[in-house]
């Protein structure tokens, strides 16, 4: 275990712990070549928010954390791909929170609007199929009823 030597800022402005060896403890180290090479000790930093990160790492190894992530996956993360790569959303050309908030709301429109249009379509499709064998159904008896009238004992072989 390296001792904690302090806390330090990374590049992009996030705190960070910096543990550290010393060269009395690598010394005499067999693996010392492998782990710090011609370097006097080794350094490691890590968050400071380390702790947080394991308790939500386990959190989404239960069951529960699972379906959750399996349910979002399939519902919400489809349209927020649709709206970054067909909707113009990877990057929002307006001045302004009102205007942004205006540019999201009308992606979110079409993004609506284009389902909405889809679903409708689809379920007038699917009446439409329903009323073809409603009607096939009747047109069919009464067409062989009729055959049977006009010839007793239809023979429809090609002998």
Do not use: W
């Not at 400071?48 to 308790?55: I, N, S, V």
């Not at 409708?120 to 009823?145: D, G, N, Q, Y």
């Amino acid at each position: 275990m390296l001792p904690f030597k302090k806390i330090a800022k990374s590049h992009d402005g996030s705190a960070m712990k910096v543990y550290r060896s010393s060269s009395k403890y690598c010394k005499d180290c067999p693996l010392r070549s492998r782990c710090i090479g011609k370097s006097d000790f080794k350094a490691i930093t890590d968050s400071t928010d380390k702790p947080l990160y394991d308790k939500m790492h386990l959190k989404m190894q239960t069951d529960y954390a699972k379906r959750i992530m399996k349910r979002r996956s399939s519902t919400v993360e489809p349209v927020l791909g649709t709206l970054i790569n067909f909707l113009n959303m990877k990057r929002v050309n307006t001045r302004g929170l009102k205007q942004a908030n205006k540019h999201v709301l009308m992606a979110a429109l079409a993004y609506n609007l284009k389902k909405y249009l889809k679903f409708v379509s689809r379920k007038s499709i699917a009446k439409a199929a329903a009323i073809h064998r409603e009607l096939l159904a009747p047109i069919k008896t009464i067409l062989l009823r009729f055959i049977r009238a006009l010839l007793p004992n239809p023979d429809f072989s090609l002998s």
